[in-house]
């Protein structure tokens, strides 16, 4: 059992060490993105024409390599989380402002319109009836940004030892502890299960208004499905072993 | 009073929603816009709670220039109503229609009183309340919506073709409720609509508005279904208008007899005294006076002479009566409902009772054709000589027992002329 657990020194961490900080450089990107999307979804409400350039800006970041981000950013963030993070939070908005975007405007326009001639505000109508009623979709943009980002802090290990569990990949590769791999690769996997797990049950917390079950989860998936940008990522949970191989290489 | 005043509606794209259209729309009654789709109707109701900003002319609520008026205000002030109810997806029942207490300020507790006061009057069950709308029939959803509207009892209610997304029976319902609400609370009504039935079934005032948002006819129902403005309105009307305005005809009034109707018991001398030369048929009723149904004199005759034998025999003659079909509640309903009864009658003749169902007369196609000559007679020559009652006077001369109404020409038409809500209700 030790040869899977034994951490090697230079990683600075336990085993629960690690994926402490994993969770930590995957999930507070995601909530700065959140923070973010959220102000910039309403304006986008408001101004129609303000979402095409918010689209384009967040996909040509996306688009930029996360080695290229990374380099860039070490001449002011170092070899820190922050190196790491920042262009996760960046890669989070992709997903998350459509997806809140997107899940606002689906909102019927016959409850929009109910909404403004009852007196609602476009402020208020936003917080108190556009939102809740987009959370399924925006709840299925967290769930992708929750797991990708996940998988992508793996890459943080290429500028030195802020990859958490990706740099336990790359120790297991330079020391040719096969074990080691095989724990990371398991450990990214399950947590990216277990996180989206909790995510699909906070959602069904948050919607008691919806019809639950079977039917739910599948409308879930078909949302979640379209709300992936056309950019392959490897986001998806059973990919991220690959996507963890391809950031060491 | 809601004044629009040549109102014009230009949209971006330069269509033309609503041309100079003036309309006054009076306080306590339905004024219902009705047309064919894109004619404008929404946008015209739109104007009224400032959805949507006029580009020309202005419109007045009771004097005061909307345009002026804080636009929040002016909405909380007004109930909404929209097809498909348009309910909070994620709010509760209560939580829908206590919305605008809420946004008023009202605490939590109050708001929800009222909501569940509210819920009583248009009709939904107590325990529909911590549901959400997913939960609920369209037409319960309906529901929501006009309790919705209702909750900050706004002296205004706007309603935009809230009831065309149901089906004909719930819709028949609802109309039937917004008729007892309107008929217990007065409140301004704004009902679009494309269903020409509908305006006529609601309208106290009917705005008949024609593509390109140009008002064709602005005109209480009655009046436009005898006099419509042009071969517009007159396509639009349909077919059967004739027809339909007999429900603007009361049947008090109405001549009916009371000579051929018997009760089961009744013997061969009665029955004989009772028939009519012109009806050889004779109404059956039982020991309260409700309606059995028809027999031939001759057929009843020889059965209730049998002696000690009557009951079983009576119990046999009932059973082969003819059906009487659905009676007409005189002086309630309208020479419409009068007339179809009699035509579904087997016999020809229409059976009238009183509110609690008991028969007071029967009466014939013929006598009903009579009355609705005279009520056509009486309505054409009322606006010029108010006086000229000769022909229902004539008319009414002949009546049996319940004419007693009908004494003045004028009197059977006057409550549903206009602007009378419980009449509406009746109806
Ligand atoms: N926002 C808009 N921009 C441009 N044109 C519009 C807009 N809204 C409505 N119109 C046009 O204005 C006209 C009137 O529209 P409106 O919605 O008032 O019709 P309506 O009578 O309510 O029709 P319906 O019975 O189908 O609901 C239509 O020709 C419609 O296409
Ligand atoms: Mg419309």
Redesign the interface.
Known sequence: MNQYFDMPSDLQHSYVGLIGLHLQEALLPVLFGLLIALPLALVCSRFSWFYAPVLWVTTVLYAIPSLAFFVVLLDYTGDSTTTVMIPLTVYSLVLLVPAIVEGTRAV?P??V?????????SLRRFVQ?EL??A?PAIMAGLRLAAVSSISLVSVGAIIGNEGALGNLLHDGQIYHRDPLIITSVVTTAVLAIVVDGLLVLAQVLL?????HGRRAARRAARAAAVDEPAAPRDAVTDAVPAALEDAVR | MIRIESVTKRYADGTVAVDDLTLDIPDGSITVLVGPSGCGKTTTLRMINRMIEPSGGRILLDGQDLAQQPVTALRRSMGYVIQNAGLFQHRTIVDNIATVPRMLGWDRGRARERARELMDRVGLDATLAKRYPYQLSGGQQQRVGVARALAADPPVLLMDEPFSAVDPIVRKGLQAELLRIQSELGKTIVFVTHDIDEAIKLGNMIAVMRTGGHLAQYAPPDELLSAPADAFVEDFLGTDRGIRRLSFFTSAGLDVTATPIVTADADAAQIAERTLPELPYLLVTDADGKPLGWAKAEDLAPRTDAGDGASTEDGASTADLLPHGRPFVLGQDSLRDALDCAVLSPTGWAVAVDGTGKVVGVTSQETIATAIRGAHAGRATKPAEPDADAPDAADTSAAGPAQAPATDGPAPDAPDGDADAPVKAAR
Do not use: H, L, N, Y
Request: aromatic letters at 10%; charged letters at 5%.
């Open positions: 019927s016959d409850t319109a109910a909404a403004t001639a009852m007196g609602f505000g009836v809740p009623i959370v919607t008691p208004w919806q019809p």
